[in-house]
């Protein structure tokens, strides 16, 4: 069968799905008429209802009830229908226009601010701080044998680690900040971690140092690799859906378990915004959706943002929270 769809097929559509969105009940074809499309007969309505249904975008849950739509009626409504929503831009601004002291914090307090704006279950993966490049390497002597390692990146501050220190001679700090900088600086994490200590025999008294550094460096690279962090699970029971337990178990199934939300939230290439509707991919999303966008810091790709809700959703307003937001970080200054 040709699924090219007319004019009139579209505004139907759309017409439903909106209507959906809004009411969570079937809908008729003498809704769609008083509220969509008053110029079209209800006759003509529920032949293009039909005829959608054929074609899999709607189903009818009882036999007298109206019509709601498939994951592929959803699909459709995304990618043809979806505009930016109207939002309050300089409200976002207000909410993420303090100091970070690094990225991790700025993309924290965005899926806290996302899952407040949408009403939605916020997620959050951090990406790999392979490409992460070293700035600048300090210790701080704290006058107890032991020094504050503060590691500036391209992308924010890892700090609060404290080393012992091999010896306190004078200067001795001093030359050590020196000689990690030299070592260091303009290096990806990468490079570093997967180095080896090789000193000239005159500079061995540095030794531990530089390996109590690259061990830092380490442990920050495996602690935030890949990690994913969820904001306001419980939004899902402000929902309708939650009254169906098929469908609150599969919601908490999926975002208790970070290996599913990262295999959903994986890197799709170049592509900006991820949208998963429903089973259609075989993901598991049964009568879900999650919408995920990259996020950049100075053109920087630091990990994914994005939403998990009812497939019910609103994608116009979730697309333009997470494509504004977005806008915001990128633009954040120093």
Not at 110 to 130: P, R
Not at 180 to 205: C, H, M, P, W, Y
Not at 249 to 258: A, D, H, L, Q, S
């Amino acid at each position: 069968m040709d699924e090219k769809l007319t004019e009139r097929k579209k505004k139907v559509l759309q017409a439903l799905v909106d209507g959906y969105i809004t009411s969570v009940e079937p809908i008729s074809s003498g809704d769609i008429q008083a509220k969509y499309l008053p110029n079209v007969s209800t006759a003509t309505i529920r032949s293009e209802l039909s005829h959608l249904e054929e074609m899999g975008y709607l189903i009818k849950p009882h036999v007298s009830a109206g019509r709601v739509p498939s994951s592929k009626a959803y699909r459709y409504y995304v990618e043809n229908f979806v505009e930016d929503d109207i939002i309050d831009i300089e409200q976002l601004r207000k909410n993420i226009t303090k100091k970070y002291d690094s990225v991790v914090e700025i993309v924290n307090d965005s899926a806290k601010i996302v899952s407040d704006v949408t009403n939605y279950t916020s997620l959050l993966m951090i990406a790999n701080s392979d490409t992460l490049t070293i700035k600048d390497v300090k210790l701080l002597d704290m006058y107890d044998g032991t020094a504050l390692v503060l590691i500036i990146t391209d992308s924010g501050v890892i700090k609060d680690k404290e080393i012992k220190l091999p010896k306190i001679e004078d200067n001795y700090v001093e030359a050590a900040n020196g000689l990690l900088n030299k070592s260091f600086a303009g290096k990806t994490l990468s490079q570093i971690v997967n180095s080896k200590v090789d000193l000239d025999a005159e500079l061995r008294d540095f030794k531990q140092i530089f390996e109590d550094v690259i061990e830092v460096l380490s442990e920050y690279k495996k602690s935030r690799d890949g990690q994913v962090y969820v904001e306001g699970t419980d939004k899902i029971f402000e929902y309708p859906e939650a009254k169906n337990y098929d469908n609150i178990k599969n919601f908490m199934t999926i975002v208790g378990r970070k290996d599913k939300l990262k295999s959903l939230m994986k890197d799709d290439g170049d592509i900006e915004f991820s949208i998963k509707i429903g089973a259609e991919d075989g993901e598991g999303l049964d009568n879900m959706a999650l919408v995920s966008a990259k996020y950049h810091v100075k053109g920087k790709e630091v990990g994914q943002l994005g939403v998990i809700g009812p497939e019910r959703m609103d994608y116009k307003k979730v697309l333009s929270v997470l494509k504004q937001l977005g806008k915001i970080i990128d633009n954040l200054e120093d």
